[in-house]
């Protein structure tokens, strides 16, 4: 089996699996990445979001090859127990999660959204979380939260 190489939260990564395996599938069996989760396996949900480069994308339609000496974060790799990303902290200050399941792949939406807009409009962070499907109703909590981490982020 081939080897693919790319950086998973900043660490250089060598996986020997078959390069069509789903990236969600080699994040979760092989690498212990236990943040995103399969939810529905054909990228209409969100739950499996990781960001490659600055881009949220489906990790479970993401094949292996696809991330050849490219740049994974996983929820694991935005922020620590010790050290949590703004979007974490904004995240519990404003409630803004229930039962956890989408709330992974939502962070990590947010996270590209504001790599690539760090002023977003109410509307901005809609459109970007329009994809990541929420059962728990928690909508209007995520995008203040949203917007409160842009404010911490930008008074830096």
């Not at 600055?54 to 292996?64: F, G, I, Q, W």
């Not at 996983?74 to 999660?97: C, K, N, V, W, Y």
Request: proline content about 5%.
């Amino acid at each position: 089996m081939p080897s693919i190489r790319f950086r998973l939260n900043g660490v250089e990564t060598d996986v020997d699996a078959d390069p069509d395996s789903s990236l969600l599938a080699i994040l979760r069996g092989q690498l212990g990445m236990t943040g995103p989760h399969f939810g529905c396996g054909a990228n209409e949900c969100g739950a499996c979001n990781v960001m490659i480069g600055d881009r949220a994308v489906a990790s479970c339609d993401t094949p292996l090859w696809s991330v050849a000496d490219k740049d994974v974060t996983t929820i694991e790799g935005l922020g620590s127990a010790e050290d949590p990303h703004p979007l974490q902290r904004a995240f519990i200050a404003e409630q803004a999660l229930q039962c956890g399941y989408c709330v992974s792949g939502i962070l990590i939406s947010a996270a590209a959204l504001l790599m690539q807009n760090p002023n977003p409009a109410s509307a901005d962070v809609k459109a970007a979380l329009d994809r990541n499907l929420c059962r728990c109703g928690s909508h209007n909590r995520m995008v203040r939260a949203v917007l409160r981490a842009a404010a911490e982020m930008a008074a830096r």
